[in-house]
């Protein structure tokens, strides 16, 4: 899968916040946060913690210098720390979303989940709740939808 497939499979749920043909991707945060350059050169960053597409805070440089927050090394060295290793294709996630109140960056909140799952989850968890006033207390409900997961054959 080249790098435009990849980001037109991880983005399939985000359809509704942008358009990702016009994007190029560049790189995976270790929290599942894209990185990616438009047509036009502009660099963006599909937020996939707090649903939002953003441009950087500085022009230019490395991931890390425009999007410090989502490209913090010492955030995720922290978990690492925590004995939270990432194999090849994941990405942090947390039990609790960080955008609640209950939420926390704490390594008990934290867990190493499959990239192309999380990108997508959030996506779909995002356009569920993009309507809901901040404050507002929201019931998580996950169901699986996987042929394996329901015993079905």
């Known amino acids: 899968m080249n790098r435009q497939e990849r980001l037109e499979s991880l983005t399939r749920s985000w359809r509704w916040l942008f358009e990702p043909s016009s994007f190029e991707l560049l790189e995976i945060s270790p929290f599942g946060d894209l990185l990616s350059r438009d047509a036009a050169g502009m660099y963006w960053l599909l937020d996939v913690n707090f649903g939002k597409l953003m441009g950087p805070e500085v022009s230019g440089g490395a991931a890390a210098e425009m999007f410090p927050d989502n490209f913090d090394g010492r955030l995720a060295s922290r978990y690492r720390d925590a004995g939270i290793e ?48 901040d404050g507002t207390t929201v019931r998580i409900v996950i169901r699986s939808v996987r042929w394996l997961d329901s015993g079905v054959a």
């Open 86 to 133: 990432l194999r090849e294709g994941q990405c942090y996630a947390f039990t609790t979303p960080v955008i609640s109140r209950e939420g926390s960056y704490e390594p008990f909140n934290v867990y190493g989940v499959d990239s192309m799952e999380r990108v997508s989850f959030m996506g779909d968890f995002h356009r569920q709740i993009q309507q809901i006033p």
